[in-house]
């Protein structure tokens, strides 16, 4: 019944569900105004019906994510008035920014782009839908400013026991946007890709609509390639702006205990159950400086010494977060990062080939890779939140101090809406997953459209 873990626990519940829609959002919006560009340059119907058919999938996950995302505002106020107290000056200004400005755009354009196939001309309706993917994305960007903070605190000062800005621009321009947004935003195009690769393969699988599910697989290859190298490389940049900045996360992240210069990359490392050195590793030589400084030297400091210094910095206390989490987080996203560049790149090869339906097995294998960027994603998350612990701001507020007094929000109280949000969003999964599949699982032509919508 400890407030601080359930309260945690129950964030992360409702996060990860909620991070389970937003990704898709971001990329499937971008790729749907795509395809209906092509189908106002080109006037082909083909692209018409591309752009109803996965525009309806993304109206399905657009509503689940927007869903999903309401609760977690209440938490700020409930769990953790602690800290809404003392970030709040600085961390609702980019929310608010986020709902007003973002959301209400996002949100209006899309209703009216569904409703005004047939009723707007189509250089309007068009426009309609351009505005949703720039809203979508202007909307990731004011929630990661304001995570920024909690990642790399800028622009404010401290006073009357609070964190109060004094600098807007600098909040707006904080260096880690600079490597977390793109990050974000090529993550929401790669897991865009590969859903449409995924459903166009099960479909070429079966011979439906192959000249359909065709175009769509070759957009979608080109489109999961970038997305896909793109999170590799900027990954690469995010993992050395992590080097200067929360050198305990990327120690964590490899299990490194002591200090290496230059400093090894670990394939598989065990650690003691006291977390304080390694029993058993496999690592190459200097690969992790070359990771961190683009070269095959450089130092990088290990746990031990990290919590030695941050002791005499902050005071006493274990200032390690839970090491084997982040470092088998790390692998699971780097993994299948690396695996849907892999097939994302043989897709495209094999559309250059004019061959994608002569490779059945990767026409098999496509459909579950689906599930790869939720992975990627999920873990990603779980890395770059839990990595800064004990901090939920980094070097100002611990997360123990962040949680609401046991006189106002009580253990058992957030135990019962942690269970209700876990039985109600599961709930909500299962219907959401279910009409993805079914109408994922239709023919385009042989839909029939509602009436005075198409």
Sequence with gaps: MDALFLARLQFAVTTVYHFFFVPLTLGLSILVAILQTIYYRTGDQLWKKATLFWGKLFLINF??????????????????????????????????????????????FLG?????????????????????????????????LANSFMQQPVGYVLRNGRAEMNDFFALATNP????????????????????????????????????????????AALYATIGAV???????SQA????????????????????????????????????????????????????????????VEGINDLQAAYVKQYGAGDYRPPIPLIYWSFRAMVGAGFLMAFLALVALYLVMKHNVEGSRLLLRVLPWAILLPYLANTTGWLMTELGRAPWIVFGLMKIDNAVSPASAVSGVSILITLILFTVIYGALMIVTVYLLRRYARIDPDQETAPAGVY
């Design 63 to 108: 509503a689940m994510g927007v869903v999903t995302g309401i609760v977690q505002e209440f938490q700020f106020g409930m769990n953790w008035s602690e800290y809404s107290r003392f970030v709040g000056d600085i961390f609702g200004a980019p929310l608010a920014i986020e709902a007003l400005l973002a959301f209400y755009l996002e949100s209006t």
């Design 240 to 299: 050395q702006h992590m080097v200067q900045t929360q050198p305990m996360k990327m120690a964590a992240a490899e299990a490194l205990y002591q200090s290496q210069d230059p400093a090894s990359f670990s394939l598989l490392t065990i650690g003691d159950l006291s977390g304080h050195q390694e029993v058993f590793a496999i690592r190459l030589p200097a690969l992790l400086s070359l990771l961190a400084y683009n070269q095959f030297s450089g130092r």
């Design 230 to 236: 793109m999170v590799i490389v900027i990954g690469h």
């Design 176 to 219: 880690n946007i600079w490597v977390q947004f793109p990050h974000v935003f090529f993550s929401g195009i790669t897991t865009a890709g590969f859903f449409v690769l995924g459903i166009s393969a099960w479909h070429l699988l079966r011979k439906s609509n192959p000249e359909f599910f065709r175009r769509s697989f070759q957009v």
């Design 112 to 144: 009216v782009w569904f409703f005004g196939w047939n009723k707007l001309p189509k250089r309007v309706h068009l426009a309609a839908i351009w505005l949703v993917a720039v809203a979508s994305n202007l909307s990731a960007l004011w929630i990661l």
